[in-house]
Each structure stands twice: as structure tokens, then as C-alpha cells.
């Protein structure tokens, strides 16, 4: 089983910053991707971004520019530098790992961190 434990959320004014934290432990396998999913009122959970073990990232159109997204393997912890925020950022954020051990895909959620971006 892995755990995965978020932090750094909060309340942020529009174009301000936050950074999202986000440490693994448990039984986990490599190669692994981690990741950051958001989830808004009324909307369905969607990527924002995700980095594999050896670097490779990809981000959501509308948050790129903006966001960037990092990891520390030895940690094993990922984080979300999110800058230049907007109300439309206001979500829940989850963190994510996920693995594909005997081509079979693992997913582990964390349970989610809520960052506001109001005036």
C-alpha cells in the first residue's frame, strides 16, 4: 500500500502563489508518475500536472506558464509551485501516484487539499 500525505493549501488573493507539497511512503514501485488533480464545484477531477520518475512533466493547457510541478525521488515527494493564481484555480486538490506493475495501472490518492484564490 502507499500513502500519500498533501500540504500547503490555503487561501491565496488572485495572481498570488502557493506551493503544494505532497510525500509517498509505503511500498512503492518504480518507475511511478506523480501528479496533482483538481476537482471544483460541479466539475469532474482533472489533470493539472505530472511529473514521471525520471522528469518528463506534463501540465493542463490552462495551467501552463503558471504552474510547475517538481519532484524529489530520494523523498519521494512531489510538489505544485502554482503562481499568478485565479479564482478559476479554486479547487480541491488531490495528489496522485499511479504505476503499471504487470501492465495493470496502480493509482493512490491523496486526500485532497482545498486552495481558495479569492479577493
Same mark, same amino acid.
Given at each position: 500500500?502507499?500513502?500519500? $500525505?498533501?500540504? %500547503?493549501?490555503?487561501?491565496?488573493?488572485?495572481?498570488? @502563489?502557493? &506551493?503544494?507539497?505532497?510525500?509517498?511512503?509505503? !511500498?512503492?514501485? @518504480?518507475?511511478?508518475?506523480?501528479?496533482? *488533480?483538481?476537482?471544483?464545484?460541479? &466539475?469532474?477531477?482533472?489533470l493539472v500536472a505530472?511529473?514521471?520518475? !525520471?522528469?518528463s512533466t506534463n501540465?493542463?493547457? @490552462?495551467?501552463?506558464?503558471?504552474?510547475?510541478? @517538481?519532484?524529489?525521488?530520494? &523523498?519521494?515527494? $512531489? *510538489? =505544485?509551485?502554482?503562481?499568478?493564481? &485565479?479564482?478559476?484555480?479554486?479547487? $480541491?486538490?488531490?495528489?496522485? =501516484?499511479?504505476?503499471?506493475? =504487470?501492465? $495493470?495501472?496502480?493509482?493512490?490518492? %491523496?486526500?485532497?487539499?482545498?486552495?481558495?484564490?479569492?479577493?
Amino acid at each position: 500500500q502507499v500513502q500519500l $500525505v498533501e500540504s %500547503g493549501g490555503g487561501l491565496v488573493q488572485p495572481g498570488g @502563489s502557493l &506551493k503544494l507539497s505532497c510525500a509517498a511512503s509505503g !511500498s512503492i514501485f @518504480s518507475p511511478n508518475t506523480m501528479g496533482w *488533480y483538481r476537482q471544483a464545484p460541479g &466539475k469532474e477531477r482533472a489533470l493539472v500536472a505530472d511529473i514521471t520518475s !525520471s522528469g518528463s512533466t506534463n501540465y493542463a493547457d @490552462s495551467v501552463k506558464g503558471r504552474f510547475t510541478i @517538481s519532484r524529489d525521488n530520494a &523523498k519521494n515527494t $512531489v *510538489y =505544485l509551485q502554482m503562481n499568478s493564481l &485565479k479564482p478559476e484555480d479554486t479547487a $480541491v486538490y488531490y495528489c496522485n =501516484l499511479r504505476d503499471y506493475r =504487470l501492465r $495493470v495501472r496502480h493509482d493512490y490518492w %491523496g486526500q485532497g487539499t482545498q486552495v481558495t484564490v479569492s479577493s
